[in-house]
Structure formats: structure tokens, C-alpha cells
DNA sequence: AAGTGGTCTAGACCACTGA
DNA sequence: CAGTGGTCTAGACCACTTT
């Protein structure tokens, strides 16, 4: 007996140089997110889609397992494949850490503080250049509905100085470096809690009672290059992340 | 002409239940975390591997691809693949969050405080359990050279009730839990940052105005089922996490 | 028994890199 | 140019789950 399922119209272009599993991984991405097929609903499977959209069975597989990895698709043996939970769908790239703070419902706005060239010492180090490398500083402050949620400090290495007030208004950092060859880059990351400074008080709007959170983070691509350091303190009201574990 | 490359032994049992893929994928793991190959060094290359173990291409690939995943190897196209920078290298498993302090070189160790059954509203609401529920309550103390840095406090669904005290001392909460069928989860998790209550400073041995880092985490089975709720306090002094971002 | 996903093979062609 | 990884095919057999 054949299940019902969501048949999900696929266009596939042979011509275009995206790889024809990843053309079909997106559209079912957005047939998931989209809303097209809801959580619990089974899903066709691999041989009835390889069949009916002219591909072999590996490759509807891999795309299949795309969407697996970020959590849109629950597959059982001898069952079938099924949509996840909304709650288990990870958010890929870098939605995962930066910038994530706990902006659920609310509206989310960037003013850009300092574009400047400066010496950091700390931050030259952890670049593993010498303490008196002139670094592109960046200062930005985080906004909520327009109440300030975080100062965000990053030091990048002197080879993307070219990194312009203009570009980081409009796209984001990660999209910028994103351009200057930056691709998938580790962090490593570090927390803590203290009271705030005078100036951090005064920029984010509160008092010398409430602690911050300070994170201070180093990523390196993944040859080993240190791409940036930051320096972020958030509010303590809470941020919130959310995280993939036990990886099997 | 032909690059050195370490040629790494591996043993395969095909009549092992172990898929051949994995059973490659982690002596060649080992391989690198022995040291038996080094950061830089380039690593045998596909063709020549599935030739010197009698294995497919697509099988070999499949299993170089995982450590690629894991961030020990990078894999340059036209070039060769190489056994990555060591501090690329992710933390698989639990240890990217769960219980991974800032003990780099330090001893650790953990004591369990409590193993009791209990109502918690908050954390049955969150474990979308009637708020009376009766759930396994865990208390436990984590040490770094026997100076107290975290109390972790975990809520289970009635069907974890028969974890015992002397299973959590000696293997984890997350080691027990995966012998009740529990693999991989997605967490939820919240953070952020408060003075100590008289209680956590007694514990942790600080004074009133140090803050703690209070963390929040409700996780998930891939189903979506709820899998436990845990409420973290850590010193503020810092704790790390590894973290890969922008997966590209 | 039928249907599903999981694994594996033996090729093929292409795109990119460096000499 | 030769060598590398990236993609894709058309099968095969197995393990698991439900009917």
C-alpha cells in the first residue's frame, strides 16, 4: 500500500554548473520550509524519485542525505523517510553562533560604530601576527526592536583592509569576507560573565548590577589561517543558541 | 611525480558487521590522532587507495569524506588532500558542548550530588510532560583539579527513571543515556549571565559579586521527542567551546 | 512477502591545479 | 600535460520493518 506523500515538483537544469544533487537538495529544502510538507508527513522515496526525475539513485540519495545532516528529514529502515520535528531542523551556515542572539519575534538592526585601522596587541597575537600589526578594527553595536543587545569588536588581519562601513552596512560581515575567499571557517570560543564597564553601561543602556556576557572568539579557516578575532559582550538577559550534538 | 605521503596501514574485516566505509574511516582517524600522519602532510590519494585496499572509489571517498567532515583532512581540488592544521580539528560528539569546560591540562572530575525522583514543573513543561510529572532529578558537581567550576542539573522523562548513582559515576550522563537508545540530539540552549544565589556561591565557592554563567538546554531526539532538560550554573572565569560554523 | 533505506561495486566524464 | 578531486550512472545485495 502505497502511503500518501507530498509529490515535490522539481525543475533541474543539466546545462548550469550546480551540481544536480545540490540543485535538488535546495528544492527540497524549500519544499520543507516552505511549508509544502509538513512535519510527520512521510516522503517519497529515493527509487520512486530517482525514477521520476531521471536520476540514478545515488545521486538522489546524497541530496536526500543533505537535508538529513541539517535536520528537515528523519530516516527510518525499513520504514521510510519521513519530515522532522520543526525543532530539530538546524540552522546551517553561520546562523548557528554569530549574531544569533535571542532575537525570536523581534526586530533585529546593526549600526556600524568604528571601521578603523588600529593596533590591538591581544587580538594581533591571537592572528599569531606581530603585537604591533595594524589590524582592521570593527565596532558594531546589536539592536532588538531598537534596544541595544550586544557590542560586537572584531580585529581582522591587514589582507582584508579593503573591508569598507558601506559593505558591513549592507551585508553582514560573514557575507563580506564571504567574498574575499572566506569560506567555512572554526571558531574557537570562550565565555565568561563580569560586570560590565562604564562604557559598555552606557552603550547598552543598563546597569552597574547587571553582569555580561563576554565571548571571545578566534576562527581559522581551514588550512589553520586565523581569519578574525572578536570580542563580543551581549546583555545578560540571555542569548540563546542552539546546537548540534552526538553527531553518530 | 609521485609526493611522500605516510602510507597508513588499515585492516579491513568484511565479514564485520561494520559497514567498510567506517571501519576505513576510523583507522585512518586514528592514524591522525596518533600522529602516525602529520598537519600538512599530503595523505594517499583516492584512486591509489582503493587500489591498495581492494576497496571501490565511491567507498574509500566515502570514508575520507568523513574525516574531511570532522576537519582532519582538506581536500584541494587539483592538488591532493592533506591531513588538516590540528586546531581545525572539531570535537565530535558530546564534547563540542556537554561538559567541556575550560579544563585544557587540568584534571577533571565529577561528583553526583543527587539521583532522585522529583516534580519540576519548568522542567516537565519543557519536557511537554503534565507540570506534576515525576522526573528523574540529577545533581551533580563538576570539579578541574578538584576546585569546583560547574553544577549541572538534568530532568528526565520517567523512562530514564532506572539510571542509577553508580552508572552516572562511572560513565556520564550522556554515555548512560545512549545505552537507553538515545544517539543524536539537538539542544535548545540559553545563556546567560547573574549574580550567585547564597547556595551556588557555597557550592562553587565564590563570593556575591563574582556573576555565573547560567545556561538553559532542553534537547531533542531527531523524532523531536524531548530528551532532557538541564539547568547549568558555571564560574565565570570562562569555559570554552569549539564550535564550527558557515558549513559551505 | 513486499517495501524501505544502507552498503558496495566498476566504471565514466568533467573541472581544476601545477609543471 | 598528467594528476587530482567532484560528479554521475546503473546496477547489485543486504538489513530492517510492517503486512
Aim: glycine share 6%.
Amino acid at each position: 500500500m502505497a502511503e500518501e506523500h507530498a509529490v515535490i515538483q522539481v525543475a533541474l537544469d543539466r546545462a548550469s554548473p550546480v551540481p544536480l544533487y545540490f540543485q535538488l537538495a535546495e528544492q527540497l529544502t524549500s519544499a520543507i520550509t516552505d511549508g509544502h510538507a509538513q512535519p510527520g508527513d512521510p516522503f517519497e522515496n529515493e527509487v520512486a524519485m530517482s525514477e521520476r526525475l531521471g536520476l540514478s539513485r545515488p545521486t538522489v540519495r546524497r541530496a536526500i542525505h543533505h537535508l538529513v545532516d541539517q535536520g528537515l528529514l528523519v530516516r527510518k529502515r525499513g520504514l521510510g523517510t519521513f519530515v522532522a520535528s520543526r525543532r530539530v531542523h538546524r540552522r546551517v551556515s553561520k546562523g548557528s553562533l554569530y549574531e544569533d542572539l535571542s532575537i525570536q519575534g523581534r526586530h533585529p538592526s546593526t549600526e556600524v560604530l568604528k571601521v578603523a585601522s588600529e593596533q590591538y596587541p591581544k587580538a594581533a597575537t591571537a592572528l599569531e601576527l606581530d603585537p604591533g600589526t595594524e589590524l582592521l578594527a570593527l565596532r558594531r553595536l546589536r539592536f532588538a526592536d531598537g534596544e541595544p543587545l550586544a557590542i560586537m569588536q572584531n580585529w581582522l588581519p591587514p589582507r582584508h583592509s579593503s573591508i569598507t562601513q558601506e559593505q558591513l552596512e549592507a551585508r553582514g560581515l560573514y557575507a563580506v569576507l564571504r567574498d574575499h575567499g572566506v569560506g567555512s571557517v572554526v571558531a574557537h570560543q570562550s565565555v565568561s560573565a563580569r560586570l560590565p564597564t562604564a562604557e559598555e553601561r552606557a552603550l547598552l543602556k543598563i546597569s552597574s548590577r547587571l553582569p555580561v556576557i563576554a565571548v571571545s572568539r578566534t576562527a581559522f579557516d581551514p588550512s589553520g589561517a586565523p581569519v578574525e578575532h572578536a570580542e563580543h559582550v551581549y546583555r545578560s538577559d540571555g542569548y540563546t543558541i542552539d546546537l548540534v550534538l552526538e553527531e553518530n
